[in-house]
Structures are given as structure tokens and as C-alpha cells.
């Protein structure tokens, strides 16, 4: 059974920073999600197994930054310049397939879910 255990969420005021982390029992292909009241879940970051590849969703293009440790099996998500629009539910995803996933369905296991609340 695979397990993603998500941390680092919190309450911060626009343009501080955070960082999340996942932890995986494994080696895959990981992305990160989030869902904000009343809305569908969203692609956020996505990285491959071997770190070479990475993407982002427009809307936080050059502000946040995904990475991993592969030693650790853990997945980051740099977020800076944090506005209240990031606020929602982030969630770590894993795929059995080394590449990028960039919707939902190609994610084989999810973490928990951590809370990011921005104030104006």
C-alpha cells in the first residue's frame, strides 16, 4: 500500500511563502493538486521520477517551485509570493508511470490533503 503523508500547510498573509512536503513510500512520478471551496480539484506541479522534468500551471508560474529528494522519497512545493487565490485544500499525487501526469486521472495515489489559507 502506498502512502503520501503531506505537511506544511498553514495560515499566511498574501506574499509569504510556504513550503509543503510529501513523503512517499516509494519512487514515482509525483504532482501536486489543489481544490478550493466549491471548485474542482486543480492541477498545480508536476514532476518525473528522475526530477529532469518539470510543470507548472500558469497560474503559479514563476512563484511556486516543485522539487524532490530521491533519497528521502519526498516531494516539495516552493511557494512564494503566495496571494489569496492559492488558498484552497493542496494535495500530493504519485503515478506508477515515470513521467508527468497533468490531470487527476493519471495519478494512482493521494495524500491527505493539507490546508493553505492566504489573507489579504
Known amino acids: 500500500q502506498v502512502q503520501l503523508v503531506e505537511s506544511g500547510g498553514g495560515l499566511v498573509q498574501a506574499g509569504a511563502s510556504l513550503r509543503l512536503s510529501c513523503a512517499a513510500s516509494?519512487?514515482?512520478?509525483m504532482g501536486w493538486f489543489r481544490q478550493a471551496p466549491g471548485k474542482e480539484r486543480e492541477f498545480v506541479a508536476a514532476i518525473s521520477r528522475d526530477r529532469i522534468a518539470t510543470y507548472y500551471a500558469d497560474s503559479v508560474k514563476g512563484r511556486f517551485t516543485i522539487s524532490r529528494d530521491n533519497a528521502k522519497n519526498t516531494t516539495y512545493l516552493q511557494m512564494n509570493s503566495l496571494k489569496p487565490e492559492d488558498t484552497a485544500v493542496y494535495y500530493c499525487g504519485a503515478r506508477r508511470s515515470s513521467t508527468l501526469g497533468f490531470v487527476e486521472y493519471e495519478y494512482d495515489y493521494w495524500g491527505q490533503g493539507t490546508q493553505i489559507t492566504v489573507s489579504a
Open positions: 516509494g519512487r514515482y512520478a
